[in-house]
């Protein structure tokens, strides 16, 4: 890059280099740090992705190819006592709810895209810029340098993901089940929360796991072998889609709920260069909605808004127009935090009082009509940011 960068990017994940790409076709000059993975473990994650990620990432031409991305058309949640709740993409007039996506697959679009955009910089450290934003995550190193607190809620719960080949197909329909299982060492069963979401394209028979557990149920399901460990998932969900066979490692991480205590500032030591958070550095929740990067995504299109609309003399560091952006996600982010925390909360609850009222209040939505059919748009993300207007008011430098 010849000239110095317009705004450095720490963090190459999806959530950074969407950023990046969205950034550098509005001609801003862009540094992304990238620094190598160490971990060698396969990658076994895939994201539930909703109409907004999917426009975002198509206007950027990075949109994954089928069997990378499976449509879904059906969501069906179970209670732990006959409540049941089932979402459908044809009550919406729609062809599906969402897609599940390959994370490898989805970030080597994104990297190719990356090297082909000459206004973007891969480097291996940090560089000065007007405006840094930080996507590096939720144990981000830069937010912690920065002083920034991070308030976070431990979860009782681990989420164990891996991969399986089913004996039947999965029929583009998620499936989730909020229920009590046996944990070594505790005498009182423990609230779980299991999903199966489908991979592979249509008409597809492999699925990726969720299972959000107990740390020792957890610790417990990763020493099992494979043969063992598929025949505890095809109990725990009733031989949902018959007998089922490991087709990757596992991995485990603790879950949790967190968000920043602010997401933009000055740099230190300068009066010319600010900086703001964005995805898993500003905020995490409990994965069981599905809407992790979705809501990262969501920051990316809001800061590349902001920065695309702003007055032509107004500096990228103005914190005047960061607040902007701070402003727009923090309420989007919180609704949802709090959305997932009640749900994991909910479910937690022990006793037949409690029992009684999460599964009647399933079924109850269930039939909710306009209210059901209103909470499943905003899921489906119906409002999905705008896509490339030519930039006519950017100061040239």
């Given at each position: 890059m010849?000239?110095?960068?317009d705004?450095c990017?720490r963090g190459a994940?999806i959530?950074?280099?969407?950023?990046?790409l969205?950034?550098?076709?509005?001609?801003?000059r862009?540094?992304?740090?990238d620094?190598?993975?160490?971990s060698t473990?396969p990658d076994?994650r895939?994201y539930s992705?909703?109409g907004?990620a999917q426009?975002?990432l198509q206007?950027?031409?990075?949109?994954?190819?089928?069997?990378?991305?499976t449509p879904?058309h059906?969501?069906q949640?179970?209670?732990?006592d006959?409540g049941q709740?089932t979402?459908?993409?044809?009550?919406?007039?729609a062809?599906e709810?969402n897609w599940m996506?390959?994370?490898?697959v989805?970030?080597?679009?994104?990297?190719a895209?990356?090297?082909f955009?000459p206004?973007?910089?891969?480097?291996s450290?940090?560089?000065p810029a007007?405006?840094?934003?930080?996507c590096?995550?939720r144990?981000s190193?830069?937010?912690a340098e920065?002083?920034?607190?991070?308030?976070?809620t431990h979860?009782?719960?681990?989420a164990?993901?891996t991969r399986?080949?089913?004996?039947q197909?999965h029929?583009g329909?998620?499936?989730?089940?909020?229920r009590?299982?046996?944990?070594?060492g505790l005498?009182?069963a423990q609230a779980?929360?299991l999903?199966l979401l489908p991979l592979?394209?249509e008409?597809?028979h492999?699925v990726?796991?969720?299972w959000?557990?107990?740390?020792?149920r957890?610790?417990?399901?990763m020493?099992?072998?494979?043969?063992?460990f598929?025949?505890?998932?095809a109990?725990?969900?009733g031989?949902?889609?018959?007998?089922?066979t490991l087709?990757s490692?596992?991995?485990v991480?603790?879950?949790?709920l967190a968000?920043?205590?602010?997401?933009i500032?000055p740099?230190p030591?300068?009066?010319a260069?600010?900086?703001?958070?964005?995805?898993?550095?500003a905020h995490?929740?409990?994965p069981?909605?599905g809407q992790?990067?979705?809501v990262?995504?969501?920051?990316a299109?809001e800061?590349?808004?902001?920065i695309?609309t702003?007055e032509?003399?107004?500096?990228?560091?103005d914190?005047?127009?960061l607040?902007?952006?701070?402003r727009?996600?923090q309420?989007?982010?919180q609704a949802?935090?709090?959305?997932?925390d009640?749900?994991?909360?909910?479910f937690?609850?022990?006793?037949p009082?409690?029992q009684?009222?999460r599964?009647?209040?399933?079924?109850?939505?269930?039939?909710s009509g306009?209210?059901?059919?209103?909470?499943?748009?905003q899921a489906?993300g119906?409002a999905a940011?705008?896509t490339?207007t030519?930039?006519?008011e950017?100061?040239t430098?």
């Amino acid at each position: 890059m010849s000239h110095p960068p317009d705004i450095c990017i720490r963090g190459a994940g999806i959530v950074g280099r969407s950023l990046a790409l969205l950034l550098a076709r509005e001609h801003w000059r862009v540094a992304l740090v990238d620094v190598p993975k160490t971990s060698t473990a396969p990658d076994v994650r895939a994201y539930s992705l909703n109409g907004a990620a999917q426009s975002l990432l198509q206007s950027l031409r990075c949109w994954p190819d089928s069997p990378a991305v499976t449509p879904v058309h059906q969501m069906q949640v179970w209670g732990d006592d006959g409540g049941q709740l089932t979402f459908n993409a044809r009550d919406q007039g729609a062809g599906e709810l969402n897609w599940m996506v390959d994370v490898p697959v989805l970030e080597a679009r994104l990297a190719a895209a990356v090297q082909f955009q000459p206004l973007i910089e891969v480097v291996s450290a940090p560089v000065p810029a007007p405006l840094t934003v930080v996507c590096e995550g939720r144990a981000s190193q830069t937010r912690a340098e920065l002083g920034i607190g991070f308030d976070i809620t431990h979860y009782e719960q681990h989420a164990v993901a891996t991969r399986l080949q089913c004996e039947q197909p999965h029929g583009g329909v998620a499936r989730q089940w909020f229920r009590f299982g046996e944990t070594p060492g505790l005498s009182q069963a423990q609230a779980e929360i299991l999903a199966l979401l489908p991979l592979g394209g249509e008409g597809g028979h492999e699925v990726a796991l969720v299972w959000s557990t107990h740390p020792a149920r957890a610790q417990a399901l990763m020493a099992l072998n494979a043969e063992d460990f598929s025949h505890e998932l095809a109990t725990a969900c009733g031989l949902a889609l018959g007998r089922m066979t490991l087709t990757s490692e596992r991995a485990v991480w603790p879950l949790q709920l967190a968000r920043a205590e602010r997401w933009i500032g000055p740099m230190p030591g300068t009066s010319a260069q600010s900086f703001a958070l964005a995805g898993d550095a500003a905020h995490a929740m409990h994965p069981l909605a599905g809407q992790g990067l979705n809501v990262g995504l969501a920051d990316a299109a809001e800061l590349a808004k902001v920065i695309r609309t702003k007055e032509f003399w107004r500096p990228l560091h103005d914190l005047k127009l960061l607040r902007r952006y701070e402003r727009a996600r923090q309420a989007d982010v919180q609704a949802m935090g709090l959305v997932t925390d009640t749900l994991q909360r909910l479910f937690a609850q022990q006793g037949p009082v409690w029992q009684q009222l999460r599964n009647r209040g399933l079924s109850g939505f269930d039939r909710s009509g306009p209210l059901k059919r209103w909470m499943t748009r905003q899921a489906m993300g119906s409002a999905a940011p705008a896509t490339h207007t030519p930039l006519t008011e950017k100061a040239t430098s």
